[in-house]
């Protein structure tokens, strides 16, 4: 069955650029029907979802984080990527990978098992 | 876009049931049969419970259950058992490719 798995630093220093990845196995992540998304949920708190990318390479975006984001898939890895800028401490937290499906993405039925990030000079 | 409403926590004994809601608005949980549950236990990814309001995936209990009226989505959990006990979190549609969780809800069994 489908896998994900996150990878990345743990430790990013304030105002740079957090840098992700989900590397997808067991299927491809340019097979249609599929979303690929990033989640985060900081220390104690609840899950925020960041966006997704549809396998066509179309992309959307938590509107409170669109200036900040990018998200882009690469096929001959098939790996998903994020890209969060300028990042404060407000973006530690744990980043969750997932699989959307359904109509509009709007179900999560395949997760990774999370990564820590912690935004600190 | 606004976090969906959930009370913070709930609880119930072995063998009841307990009902969770999560309100929003006529753009999201009211507008779309697009509401999804999540289950987390501490130190673990989330899980998918129910998917588009009442649909459970392959190998969820039926005890789980979900419904909605109007602006507000429900999960409820029928003859609970200690397993149960973790934090869930609903999850909608709010159009144009927009997704919003819920607070989360933190299930206790006695």
């Known amino acids: 069955q489908v896998q994900l798995q996150e990878s990345g630093p743990g430790l990013v220093k304030p105002s740079q650029t957090l840098s992700l990845t989900c590397t997808v196995s067991?299927?491809?992540?340019?097979?249609?029907?599929?979303?690929w998304s990033w989640i985060r949920q900081p220390p104690g708190k609840g899950l925020e979802w960041i966006g997704y990318?549809?396998?066509?390479?179309?992309?959307y975006y938590n509107p409170s984080l669109k200036s900040r984001i990018t998200i882009s898939l690469d096929t001959s890895k098939n790996q998903f990527s994020l890209k969060l800028t300028s990042v404060t401490a407000a973006d530690t937290a744990m980043y969750y990978c997932?699989?959307?499906?359904?109509?509009?993405?709007?179900?999560?039925?395949?997760w990774g098992q999370g990564t820590t990030v912690t935004v600190s000079s | 876009q606004s976090a969906l409403t959930q009370p913070p926590a709930a609880s119930g004994s072995p063998g009841q049931s307990v009902t969770i809601s999560c309100t929003g608005t006529?753009?999201?949980?009211?507008?779309?049969?697009?509401v999804s549950w999540y289950q987390q236990h501490p130190g673990k990814a989330p899980k998918l419970m129910i998917y588009?309001?009442?649909k459970r995936p392959s190998g969820v209990p039926d005890r789980f259950s979900g419904s909605k009226s109007g602006n507000t989505a429900s999960l409820t959990v029928s003859g609970l058992q200690a397993e149960d006990e973790a934090d869930y979190y609903c999850?909608?549609?709010?159009?144009?490719?927009?997704?919003?969780f819920g607070g989360g809800t933190k299930l206790t069994v006695l």
């Open positions: 997932a699989r959307n499906s359904g109509y509009f993405g709007d179900h999560m039925d395949v």
């Open positions: 067991g299927g491809s992540i340019s097979s249609g029907g599929y979303y």
């Open positions: 990318m549809y396998s066509s390479g179309r992309s």
């Open positions: 006529s753009s999201d949980v009211g507008g779309y049969n697009y």
């Open positions: 588009e309001v009442t």
């Open positions: 999850y909608s549609y709010a159009g144009s490719n927009n997704l919003v």
